[in-house]
Nanobody, 115 residues
Framework: VQLQASGGGLVQAGDSLRLSCAAS????????VGWFRQAPGKEREFVAA????????TYADSVKGRFTISRDIAKSALYLQMNSLKPEDTAVYYC?????????WGQGTLVTVSS
């Protein structure tokens, strides 16, 4: 499975941004998709995840109520709608896909939130 993330950029605090992730390859084997992020000088952390075909999403407490993860199976795409962005949301965001035996990672897209 190959993943290509896009949609990052520079925004101001309070703004919204939508990240996209295009999946290709053996997507029929994918079970769960999600987003992680890594801020400068910090470890990579979980943001959100959702089953690829059916089921509810889970979120990190830090983004709950502000971020929404979704997927479009027909387009083999994954999204992260980010609202009410805060400077602490600044990070490189990675999309991921799990097929039960391994986790695949996209290349990351940078989100910078200015105060």
């Amino acid at each position: 499975v190959q993943l290509q993330a896009s949609g990052g950029g520079l925004v101001q605090a309070g703004d919204s941004l939508r990240l996209s992730c295009a999946a290709s390859g053996r997507t029929t084997s994918v079970a769960v998709v999600g987003w992680f992020r890594q801020a400068p000088g910090k470890e990579r952390e979980f943001v959100a995840a959702i089953p690829w075909t059916d089921g509810s999403a889970t979120y990190a407490d830090s983004v709950k109520g502000r971020f929404t993860i979704s997927r479009d199976i027909a387009k083999s795409a994954l999204y992260l709608q980010m609202n009410s962005l805060k400077p602490e949301d600044t990070a490189v965001y990675y999309c991921t896909a799990q097929d039960g035996s391994r986790t695949y990672w996209g290349q990351g897209t940078l989100v910078t939130v200015s105060s």
